[in-house]
């Protein structure tokens, strides 16, 4: 017998086809668009290959097509200010952000004068392999500021 179910897609009531026997999605368009969005999203979270292979089509759709949002932007005046709104509003967010430079760098507490193993990060495990002894001489105290006539300063 052929009971009615609810559609995951837009919630009405559908019979399901007799050779589906587990149709999660009516048959209205919409619906099997939406089946078809979720499929791909979860392919592309959990599926390398397909992902690498969507990957290569885009690839090669651009290069056959290279004007193609240069035109459309041409074409489409409020997709383009929409961008640009969306771009400030990024470009604000990361100016409230902390911008890593020279001074950026916290290390608590401050690192002092002497004399240190130096390693790289990968080669951390591995005791005493590639390690240079190296002296640090700390030109600024910690928490201060270097010299007002530094040229990086300005």
Known sequence: MNYA????????????LSHVPNQRYCSAPNCQRERRRRWQRQH?????????NQHRAQASWR???????RQYRATHPAYRERNAVLQRERN????SLMVANMDA?????PLASGVYILRRMSEVRIA???????????????GGSPAPDCKEMM
């Open 5 to 16: 179910r609810r559609c995951v897609a837009c919630g009405s009531l559908f019979h399901p």
């Open 44 to 52: 592309m979270r959990a599926d390398e290959d397909y992902r690498e």
């Open 63 to 69: 290069a056959r097509h290279p004007d193609y949002w």
């Open 92 to 95: 604000a967010r990361q100016r």
């Open 105 to 109: 760098s916290q290390i608590a507490p």
């Open 128 to 142: 005493k392999m590639n390690a240079c002894i190296v002296h640090l001489t700390v030109l600024s105290p910690p």
